[in-house]
C-alpha cells in the first residue's frame, strides 16, 4: 500500500510547532542573543557547560543561507543552573557579550 505523504512545508511546519511547544515546556531551557556569526552549536554548549550539565544547545540559522540568525537556546538537564547562568553578567563568547534571558511563552 503506498501512503500519502505530507508536503515537506507542512512536515517541517508541524516539527517546529512541536519543537517550539517542547522548548515552553522545559523549564530548564533558555535564550541566548547577541550572537558572533562564528558562535555555532558546539561553543554555545562548551561555554555554558561550566554552570551545569547541557543537554542541548542550539544556534537558529537561517534556512536559505545556513548562517546564523546570532541567537540560540541552552538546556539544561537541572533547571536549578539558570540561577547562576542569570545572575552573571557579562557572558562572553567567541569575542562577544552575549545575553542570556528566560524564553518566552508565546
Same mark, same amino acid.
Given at each position: 500500500a503506498i501512503f500519502p505523504r505530507r508536503p515537506v512545508f507542512t512536515q517541517l511546519k508541524t516539527l517546529t510547532k512541536e519543537m517550539a511547544q517542547r522548548g515552553r515546556d522545559d523549564p530548564g531551557?533558555?535564550?541566548? +542573543?547577541?550572537?558572533?556569526?562564528? %558562535?555555532?552549536?558546539?561553543?554555545l554548549y562548551n561555554y555554558f557547560s561550566k554552570y551545569g550539565e547541557v543537554s542541548d544547545a542550539i544556534v537558529i540559522t537561517d534556512r536559505e543561507t545556513g548562517r546564523s540568525?546570532?541567537? +540560540? *537556546?541552552? %538546556?539544561?538537564?537541572d533547571p536549578r543552573c539558570l540561577d547562576?547562568? *542569570?545572575?552573571?553578567?557579562?557572558?562572553?563568547i567567541d569575542g562577544r557579550v552575549v545575553n542570556a534571558r528566560p524564553c518566552n511563552s508565546r
Open positions: 531551557k533558555f535564550f541566548v +542573543g547577541s550572537l558572533s556569526w562564528e %558562535t555555532d552549536n558546539d561553543s540568525r546570532g541567537f +540560540g *537556546f541552552v %538546556t539544561f538537564r547562576s547562568v *542569570f545572575n552573571q553578567e557579562g557572558h562572553h
